[in-house]
């Protein structure tokens, strides 16, 4: 946790030290992220940063876990305006091509995902997705049980595997565009949203046989 003192913050200046911290954990990680550099583009002195939290991987942690808080913020916000009249697949796929919109409009929280996702130190791994990992079960968990109580997903669904299947797309599907090596199927990687359109909505497709209560 932060201290008070970062509570007691300017909002302004605040949200002027996230920020660079997005840009520069996002741009080299936990490992190689400077302090330094956060401290000069945050225009203050880098003894201010330990003022406000206790040492490097905690900064990091509370960046992350941000980070994962606005990303929620705004894809919940655009999901409740989302089309429930269809099929659960159906849906699935405008639900994924937004989150495609999301993430090809909000480079930093882009950026802060992949260090999250792709950072190789185990434990720091651990504790900056764990936020994130939280927030995909809030969000996904009361979704699925939704459309099971609609009687538009199978009855027999094992929402453990639809909710683990989901968490392990859906970062896919944010990063795999922006990122090389990640995606040597889908070919994803270099294409603006309107031409992931088709191809998320194609794989979406395939997963119909998982959910579609006729199947």
């Known amino acids: ?24 954990f996002g741009a080299h990680g936990y490992s190689t992220g400077s302090l330094n550099t956060i401290a000069r583009e945050a225009d203050i002195a880098k003894g201010s940063l330990f003022q406000y939290f206790d ?38 796929g405008d639900v994924c091509c937004l989150w495609a919109d999301y993430f090809a409009s909000h480079p930093l929280e882009r950026a802060v995902t992949a260090a999250m996702h792709l950072e190789i130190d185990n434990t720091v791994r651990t ?5 994130s990992n939280q ?24 929402e453990n595997a639809a909710l683990a299947l989901l968490m392990l797309v859906l ?15 889908l070919n994803l990687r270099g294409k603006p949203p309107e031409e992931q359109y088709p191809i998320i909505r194609s794989f979406v497709a395939t997963l119909t046989p998982i959910f579609d209560p006729k199947t």
């Open 1 to 24: 946790m932060p201290t008070s003192t970062w509570f007691r913050l300017n909002p302004d200046k605040r949200e002027r030290v996230l920020q660079a911290a997005q840009r520069e």
């Open 135 to 158: 927030h995909y079960r809030a969000s996904i968990t009361p979704l699925l049980a939704r459309w099971r109580e609609r009687g538009d997903v199978r009855p027999d669904l094992d």
């Open 127 to 131: 504790l900056v997705r764990e936020p």
């Open 55 to 92: 040492d490097k991987l905690e900064f990091f942690t509370y960046v992350a876990e941000e980070t994962a808080r606005r990303i929620r913020d705004e894809i919940v916000e655009g999901i409740a305006a989302s089309d429930f009249d269809q099929s659960f697949t159906h849906w699935l």
């Open 171 to 185: 970062p896919h599907l944010a990063l795999a565009p922006y990122y090389d090596g990640l995606d040597p199927i």
